[in-house]
T-cell receptor, first 114, second 114 residues
Framework: AQSVTQLGSHVSVSEGALVLLRCNYS??????LFWYVQYPNQGLQLLLK??????LVKGINGFEAEFKKSETSFHLTKPSAHMSDAAEYFC????????????FGKGTHLIIQP | KAGVTQTPRYLIKTRGQQVTLSCSPI?????VSWYQQTPGQGLQFLFE???????NKGNFPGRFSGRQFSNSRSEMNVSTLELGDSALYLC?????????????FGPGTRLTVL
């Protein structure tokens, strides 16, 4: 069975500071990994996805994530936080041939301090 | 191109009633997945439909069911509602079924069971 762990249900950073949201996964097969963002009263928007083509994945809005197989991690980063980045972020894995849908982490609420 | 639409956006029901939620995928997308989002359990996969056939189902009781029509629109039904069914129900569409297919999410239907 696959699972996703997001460390920190809430992360607070100052505007302009580095954003680091942590995600660790467990999967018996090479996974496909995703980061989604959810703004209040909205659905999920895909930020980026890992498909084994490159370990460093660049996404939208200046976010990127690095796949580290040895650490089973897929942490999300952004060099400089903007107020508009305040939202809920979800890491997800799909390693079941699509059979189980996406397995999501519990989410991390990103707070941006002015 | 229009995004995924879900109707209604908000719904209030009482225990024991049944409810039907609707999802219209992005034009050309043939796969529709449903997820339940609650504060306690997070995002959980309900089921996936592709070409009018249920492809996969998550670990939910038989009270949760769905279907897909020939135009790829999908409905999910919950019978004999329980308080614990209060949640945000998200629909996602993708061009194909299976792993590594980018899923586009709708805004969700917020169901409150009283």
């Amino acid at each position: 069975a696959q699972s996703v762990t997001q460390l920190g249900s809430h992360v607070s950073v100052s505007e302009g500071a580095l954003v680091l949201l942590r995600c660790n996964y467990s999967s018996s097969v090479p996974p496909y990994l995703f980061w989604y963002v959810q703004y209040p009263n909205q659905g999920l928007q895909l930020l980026l996805k890992y498909t084994s083509a490159a370990t460093l994945v660049k996404g939208i809005n200046g976010f990127e994530a690095e796949f580290k197989k040895s650490e089973t991690s897929f942490h999300l980063t952004k060099p400089s936080a903007h107020m508009s980045d305040a939202a809920e972020y979800f890491c997800a894995v799909d390693s079941g041939g699509g059979a189980d849908g996406l397995t999501f982490g519990k989410g991390t609420h990103l707070i941006i301090q002015p | 191109k229009a995004g995924v639409t879900q109707t209604p956006r908000y719904l209030i029901k009482t225990r024991g009633q049944q409810v039907t939620l609707s999802c219209s995928p992005i034009s050309g997308h043939r796969s529709v997945s449903w997820y339940q989002q609650t504060p306690g359990q997070g995002l959980q996969f309900l089921f996936e439909y592709f070409s009018e056939t249920q492809r996969n189902k998550g670990n939910f009781p038989g009270r949760f069911s769905g279907r897909q029509f020939s135009n790829s629109r999908s409905e999910m039904n919950v019978s004999t509602l329980e308080l614990g069914d209060s949640a945000l129900y998200l629909c996602a569409s993708s061009f194909f079924a299976g792993e590594n297919n980018e899923q586009f999410f709708g805004p969700g239907t917020r169901l409150t069971v009283l």
